[in-house]
């Protein structure tokens, strides 16, 4: 699988971005794909991720009610749609995919894009 993700830059506190991931490869109705990030000087977490079964969403608490992933079949794309920002938030943003059902770690992600920076400034 090749993943390829792009929308970061730089937004002010309270403000709104949009990652896309665009994916290739294999079928992408058959692999859950998801967001993981990792800020200066932390491990990686995971954000949330959309499954390939029934296109379930799920998301780490710290975004819960301010992210939104959602993903387009017909597009082989999933998006993460990121409000209320926090300077907290800021890091690399990765776009992962993985053969699971429910992955919840960055190591349950088998593919990687590469990253794309998201800087919230206070």
């Known amino acids: 699988v090749q993943l390829q993700a792009s929308g970061g830059g730089l937004v002010q506190a309270g403000g709104s971005l949009r990652l896309s991931c665009a994916a290739s490869g294999r079928t992408f109705s058959s692999i859950t794909v998801g967001w993981v990030r990792q800020a200066p000087g932390k491990e990686r977490e995971f954000v949330g991720a959309?499954?390939?079964?029934?296109?379930?969403?799920y998301y780490t608490d710290s975004v819960k009610g301010r992210f939104i992933i959602s993903r387009d079949d017909a597009k082989n794309t999933v998006y993460l749609q990121m409000n209320s920002l926090k300077p907290e938030d800021t890091a690399i943003y990765y776009c992962?995919?993985?053969?699971?059902?429910?992955?919840?770690?960055?190591?349950?992600?088998?593919?990687w894009g590469q990253g794309t920076q998201v800087t919230v400034s206070s």
């Open positions: 992962a995919a993985s053969d699971w059902r429910t992955p919840r770690e960055p190591t349950d992600f088998g593919f």
């Open positions: 959309s499954s390939w079964s029934r296109g379930r969403t």
